[in-house]
């Protein structure tokens, strides 16, 4: 059994910096496909940034570009997301995804594997 468990949320202060980890469990080998979304009060559940397999392309949500940064260590089956600049509205609950596909997708529904969320809060 497949199991993301995220850690590293907490509250920060505008302009900060955070890195997120999701560590993988269950499988011999290293998910091809690691993933993060976030869900904001009141919205829905929004792409953050993918990656594939470690040479292949990664993917982001056009408002994060230049500030959050996704990468991997198959070796610990862990992805990261470093997130610099932090403001109010990056507020939300980021929830770790993985998949077997290593195709990079930003459609949550490709992502059969999900962790409980860590909750990042900025404030201003």
């Known amino acids: 059994q497949v199991r993301l468990v995220e850690s590293g949320g907490r509250l920060v202060q505008d302009g900060d910096s955070l890195t997120l980890s999701c560590v993988a469990s269950?499988?011999?080998?290293?998910?091809?496909?690691m993933g993060w979304f976030r869900q904001a009060p009141g919205k829905e559940r929004e792409f953050v940034a993918a990656?594939?397999?470690?040479?292949?392309?990664?993917a982001y949500l056009d408002s994060i570009k230049g500030r959050f940064t996704i990468s991997r260590d198959s070796a610990r089956k862990t992805a990261y997301l470093r997130m610099n600049n932090l403001k109010p509205e990056d507020t939300a609950v980021y929830y770790c995804?993985?998949?077997?596909?290593?195709?990079?997708?930003?459609?949550?529904?490709?992502?059969?594997?999900w962790g409980q969320g860590t909750q990042v809060t900025v404030s201003s």
């Open positions: 269950g499988l011999t080998f290293s998910l091809p496909l």
């Open positions: 995804a993985a998949a077997l596909n290593g195709r990079t997708t930003r459609a949550s529904h490709e992502y059969p594997y």
């Open positions: 990656i594939g397999r470690p040479g292949s392309t990664t």
